[in-house]
């Protein structure tokens, strides 16, 4: 099943697309208010008329999550952005992630403003898994069943602010704060079973494109760890709850343009007016326009301090 939340008639619904793509309100104010019964939610929302189709609303993001963890798990994509520095060995031994800005995400057609003092703007195609049912301390056998969907995910970030924030020694935040952006729908884990490999991993192709022109392609399978590996390892020592987001991290082959930069090609960053297209098979597809953000508002550089003592 497919699930999106929407704006329509002045309001804010969650529902269900049917084979026609018109859309079954389903019985919740939000997405995360069902997302542990959401086979039982979407048949009852079937069951009912259809209400618009969905090239007549206001696809928004499918959910406003309470947290974000996006991961880095293609191998290729830490090549690149390492420009040849070779992968660091404690990448091997676990799914590594940041936490990203959960108010900071935005719908699948969504303008995207360039952050603030920012020269060197990028895209990163992902595709996230969305969890339904809390949990702690799971295992990889356990966790499938905590996930209630996949969706598009694209990190935009700002690539001058992140490598400069980088060297005090923290994971980024300037750099990653501005959007997200979440779509076109959630896709549930039963839709994407067929693609599944040897390895439990989902061979869905993925392709980005930057005003049309295609950038970069590679196949969801060649993720280093499954996304039950991934929530296992993010519900260690800590609760997973429903509604958390878990990107995939940026694929390889094109995934960004910073990995471009990294092996040596020359394109430019993005900038006002670009329009980044990401397709996932089996998901769908966000088309978003740059557009400016606002300025800088200026701050004063760290004060040199006595360090004087009581």
């Not at 529902?15 to 039982?40: I, Y």
Request: hydrophobic content about 40%.
């Amino acid at each position: 099943m497919r699930f999106a939340t929407y704006h329509h008639d002045g309001r804010q619904r969650v529902g269900v697309l049917d084979d026609d793509d018109l859309l079954h309100p389903v019985d919740a104010a939000t997405l995360v208010d069902v997302l542990g019964d959401l086979p039982a939610a979407g048949a009852d929302a079937l069951a009912r008329p259809a209400g618009p189709h969905v090239s007549a609303v206001r696809l928004l993001a499918p959910l406003q999550p309470p947290t974000v963890r996006d991961f880095v798990t293609f191998e290729e994509h830490v090549e690149g952005m390492r420009a040849g520095a070779g992968v660091p060995e404690q990448w091997h031994a676990a799914p590594t992630f940041y936490f990203g800005n959960p108010h900071a995400v935005l719908g699948p057609h969504d303008d995207v403003p360039v952050p603030p003092g920012c020269a060197r703007f990028d895209f990163e195609l992902e595709v996230a898994a969305v969890i339904g049912r809390e949990g702690r301390d799971l295992t990889a056998g356990q966790a499938g069943d905590h996930i209630a969907g996949y969706t598009i995910f694209n990190d935009w970030s700002a690539r001058d602010l992140q490598a400069a924030e980088m060297t005090v020694g923290l994971g980024p935040c300037k750099g990653k704060d501005t959007a997200t952006t979440l779509g076109p729908w959630l896709v549930t884990p039963d839709e994407l079973e067929p693609c599944r490999d040897a390895d439990g991993l989902l061979r869905l192709a993925l392709t980005a494109l930057v005003n049309g022109e295609v950038v970069g392609s590679d196949l969801l399978s060649n993720m280093s760890w499954t996304f039950e590996e991934m929530v296992a390892y993010a519900s260690r020592g800590t609760l997973v709850r429903p509604g958390d987001v878990l990107g995939s991290g940026t694929c390889g082959n094109g995934g960004c343009l910073a990995e471009l930069w990294g092996r040596g090609a020359e394109r430019r960053p993005l900038r006002p007016g670009d329009t980044v297209t990401l397709i996932v098979e089996g998901i769908g597809r966000l088309s978003t326009t740059v557009v400016t953000g606002a300025g800088i508002t200026p701050l004063p550089r760290a004060r040199r301090r006595s360090r004087t003592r009581p």
